[in-house]
């Protein structure tokens, strides 16, 4: 049922919404029209409101459409405490428990709401995204370049850029579902759980260990076609060195 369906059956004396309700249904107006198209005419039909209550309490269009996706960001963020408290002695584990934690809370109706709004409304309003990423994303990633450090950091050698690992495990392990259902496409909870563990695992071990045969022989080749281009560039190096000391002719 669409939000316009829903305020035909609000009946005349009912109480106005609250102001939490009012962004929520201006927020699926928003979604189901589009910005554009949207008026606040509709809006304050939705919250069963004068449309001069709206306006006392936002100036325009605009700033209500900001309001509300602040408020959707707001509810969508994963505090760091809640991940923080998911960690165990096993890190993959650990990683698996948190890659659930963000996947199942993007996946809320709730979530891919915000999804879809934000990805068709960033040109208009960039800031909403950088807002998006400042209090929610970039506080996740930041947690999980400390957790990497803390628990990998030790010998890590050339992998240990660790905010490079928590954008590569953002990536790989959580935003993949909810891109595909943004999109229109169904996924039941097996499918995304195995897609969430097989990110975890992928992530962590890659699709070559270096303990099976076929990445051993691939380093190998690896190693000795850098011995190649060495050798190559050297004897190149002393051929040019003799052609300047006895130039033809």
Same mark, same amino acid.
């Given at each position: 049922m669409t939000v316009q369906q829903q305020v035909g059956r609000r009946g005349?004396?009912?109480?106005?919404?609250?102001?939490?309700?009012?962004?929520?249904?201006?927020?699926?107006?928003?979604?189901?029209?589009?910005?554009?198209?949207?008026?606040?005419?509709?809006? +304050?039909a939705a919250a069963g409101m004068a449309k001069r209550t709206v306006y006392a309490r936002y100036p325009d269009k605009l700033s209500l459409f900001r309001a509300a996706l602040h408020r959707a960001i707001e509810e969508w963020i994963v505090p760091v405490e809640r991940l923080r408290a998911a960690e165990t002695d096993d890190l993959e584990e650990t990683l698996l428990a948190i890659g659930?934690?963000?996947?199942a809370n993007i996946m809320t109706p709730a979530g891919i709401r915000l999804l879809r709004i934000a990805n068709a409304e960033s040109v208009r309003l960039p800031e909403i995204g950088a807002y998006a990423y400042r209090e929610g994303t970039a506080r996740t990633m930041a947690y999980l370049a400390d957790?990497?450090?803390?628990?990998?950091?030790?010998?890590?050698?050339?992998?240990?850029?660790?905010?490079? +690992?928590?954008?590569?495990?953002?990536?790989?392990?959580?935003?993949?579902?909810?891109t595909m259902t943004a999109w229109g496409m169904?996924?039941?909870? +097996?499918?995304?759980?195995?897609?969430?563990?097989?990110?975890?695992?992928?992530?962590?071990?890659?699709?070559?260990?270096?303990?099976?045969?076929? +990445?051993s022989q691939l380093l190998e080749e690896n190693r000795r076609l850098r011995e190649l281009l060495v050798d190559s560039m050297l004897e190149t190096r002393l051929l040019s060195e003799r052609l300047e000391s006895n130039p033809p002719g």
């Open positions: 005349p004396g009912r109480p106005t919404l609250s102001n939490e309700q009012l962004l929520d249904r201006a927020l699926d107006l928003f979604l189901e029209q589009g910005f554009e198209r949207t008026g606040m005419e509709a809006i +304050a659930r934690i963000l996947v957790l990497f450090e803390r628990r990998i950091g030790v010998g890590a050698g050339e992998l240990g850029d660790w905010n490079q +690992a928590a954008v590569a495990f953002m990536y790989l392990v959580v935003t993949g579902p909810p169904t996924l039941d909870d +097996a499918t995304v759980d195995h897609h969430t563990r097989f990110g975890v695992r992928l992530f962590l071990h890659g699709l070559l260990p270096r303990d099976v045969p076929e +990445a």
